[in-house]
């Protein structure tokens, strides 16, 4: 009799399954229009394989931003891949967004694990779902008060002199988002935490000191620890056993450091003084038995680093891009200056209201987020079946099923000319005259960025500073016009880290 070798079977009976489960899975999701790659673009080797012709990469939100969701005639798509990976509903209308929002507390809807930090530092406020979750936020949300605001202003002030003598005036600046990502960690590190981290990464062997280059190198292997399994770390591969021993001591680090936090701030409980009430030492004392919300010492570690990461690049890429944008567009820079001069006429005694009279300002920063949005989708899993009402093609209850997942294609919404008229243009009115309470890049509904308002806060008064002082001019290539030069730096954007943004493009700046 004909016998067929073992693989070929063992191929076939793979293909048979597969084929099966994808008409399983077009059926679950009521065979909605959508995407049929080979592999989800978002598993591990989706993610490890660049796109091309057969595979849509995990960028393609971006990647497919003005054609996406075909020609924006749909606002919630599928995405079934054919070989491997899991199936999902796309979203890709502010008010589909809005409707999953909405439904996030009523539906319990979940954060998936493989989309969140939790197998690298534990449960944390952007990991936790449930009944822990609110624990976290709990907690989190109240330190972000006005106090840290204010402090947010007067610490840009002295963060912004000390990041000057490191521009040049005249030169072509090649560094920019790295001195932004600097001074959104400063930042961080002192309104949040209360550390006195300086501008310049010192050598010294203090704590502070050797946190600041410890979380240098975590920040730089955020992405392999993301995306790489645990086991993988244990092979005798020397830069993967590198990595591993740095995030070990990081994490070492950090649990220290809220040790002595705590131990600190209990004495001065005692001595009568509880002024202290930076993030930090608010987290640190929910360790405390006694406390309303208690977290677990790993927990506060979780949070800590939750906290700092989540602020750090996404604010220095929203900021990059809006300092090229205005570099790009002249006369919405001057119309920003000239905001900033009215309402601040002297930059040393800058408050929280000026700043949050800036609204064209903040506007200038939104468009320029909106063009690059530092998150490139929000995925939810569903534990109960409900309904979304589509617009797009035709108006219509779709119900969204138990056990399915739902991902809100941050790009596609930004960039949907339905809710964005002209969407590729750069155009910060479309904010004015008040900047709307739902800004879509920050999320919304009970898990919206708990640092939103800090992030605007600290990145508004920067730019206060840094316009009030020079003029920025992004730089041109030979007989390049202002519109090729956009497309080219949209061309270029692209993850830095663990946020989306333009990267390091080439600027000037002239004394005002
Ligand atoms: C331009 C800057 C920022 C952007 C674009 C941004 C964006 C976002 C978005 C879209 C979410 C929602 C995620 C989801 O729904 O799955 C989020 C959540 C979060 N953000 Fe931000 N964020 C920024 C700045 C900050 C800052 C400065 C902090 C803290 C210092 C921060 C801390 C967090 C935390 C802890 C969460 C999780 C909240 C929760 O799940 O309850 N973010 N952020």
């Not at 959508?34 to 939100?61: E, Q, T, V």
């Not at 979780?302 to 750090?312: E, H, I, V, Y």
């Not at 009215?342 to 800036?358: E, G, H, I, Q």
């Not at 138990?402 to 008229?421: E, L, T, W, Y």
Request: aromatic residues 10%; contains cysteine.
């Amino acid at each position: 009799m004909f016998k067929l070798p073992l693989p070929i079977c063992i191929g076939a009976a793979f293909l048979v399954y597969r084929v099966l489960r994808f008409w399983q899975q077009l059926a679950f999701h009521g065979y909605l229009k959508g995407y049929r790659p080979l592999l989800d673009p978002h598993s591990l080797p989706g993610n490890a394989i660049p796109a091309n012709w057969w595979h849509m990469g995990f960028m393609w939100p971006w990647l497919q931003r003005k054609t996406a969701h075909f020609h924006h005639t749909y606002d919630l798509t599928t995405l079934v891949p054919l070989l491997m990976g899991k199936s999902m509903y796309v979203v890709a209308s502010v008010d589909l967004a809005r409707q999953i929002w909405r439904n996030e507390v009523k539906t319990h809807l979940l954060k998936p694990s493989d989309f969140t930090t939790e197998g690298v530092w534990g449960s944390s406020i952007a990991s936790a779902n449930g009944d822990d979750w609110k624990r976290h936020r709990r907690v989190v949300a109240p330190a972000f008060s006005p106090n840290m605001l204010v402090r947010a202003v007067e610490e840009s002030a002295l963060v912004y002199k000390s990041m000057k003598p490191d521009l040049q005036s005249d030169a072509v600046i090649t560094n920019m988002h790295a001195l932004l990502l600097r001074f959104t960690l400063v930042m961080i590190c002192r309104c949040g935490f209360g550390m006195d981290v300086d501008w310049k990464q010192g050598a010294a062997n203090d704590g502070i000191a050797v946190f600041d280059r410890a979380l240098s190198v975590a920040s730089a292997t955020l992405i392999h620890r993301l995306i790489f399994p645990k086991w993988l770390y244990k092979l005798p591969v020397r830069s993967l056993r590198k990595i591993d021993q740095c995030w070990e001591t990081v994490l070492a680090l950090i649990a220290s450091l809220a040790a002595g936090r705590q131990a600190e701030s209990s004495t001065l409980k005692e001595l009568g003084d509880d002024e202290i009430n930076d993030l930090f030492t608010k987290l640190v004392s929910c360790t405390d038995e006694a406390a309303r919300y208690s977290l677990t010492p790993a927990e506060v570690t979780g949070d800590m680093m939750s906290l700092l990461f989540a602020g750090n690049e996404t604010t220095g890429s929203a900021l990059m891009s809006t300092l090229v944008f205005l570099g790009l567009h002249p006369e919405e820079q001057q119309t920003a200056f000239e905001e900033i001069m009215r309402v601040v006429p002297s930059a040393d005694d800058m408050t929280l209201r000026d700043v949050s009279n800036l609204k064209y300002l903040l506007a200038c920063m939104h468009e320029a987020h909106r063009l690059v949005p530092a998150t490139i989708n929000l995925p939810r899993d569903v534990p109960e079946d409900f309904v979304l009402r589509s617009m797009l093609p035709i108006e219509r209850n779709i119900v969204i099923r138990k056990g399915s997942r739902v991902m809100i294609d941050v790009m596609a919404v930004c960039h949907n000319p339905h809710d964005f008229p002209n969407p590729e243009s750069y155009n910060p009115a479309r904010w004015m005259p008040d900047v709307k309470d739902d800004v879509i890049m920050f999320g919304a509904g009970p898990r919206a960025c708990v640092g939103r308002r800090f992030a605007q806060v600290e990145a508004v008064a920067f730019l206060a500073h840094f316009l009030r002082d020079w003029r920025v001019e992004t730089v041109l290539l030979d007989g390049e016009t202002r519109f090729a030069a956009l497309e080219r730096v949209l061309e270029g954007a692209s993850m830095f880290g663990t946020a989306f943004g333009v990267g390091e493009v080439p600027i000037k700046i002239l004394p005002r």
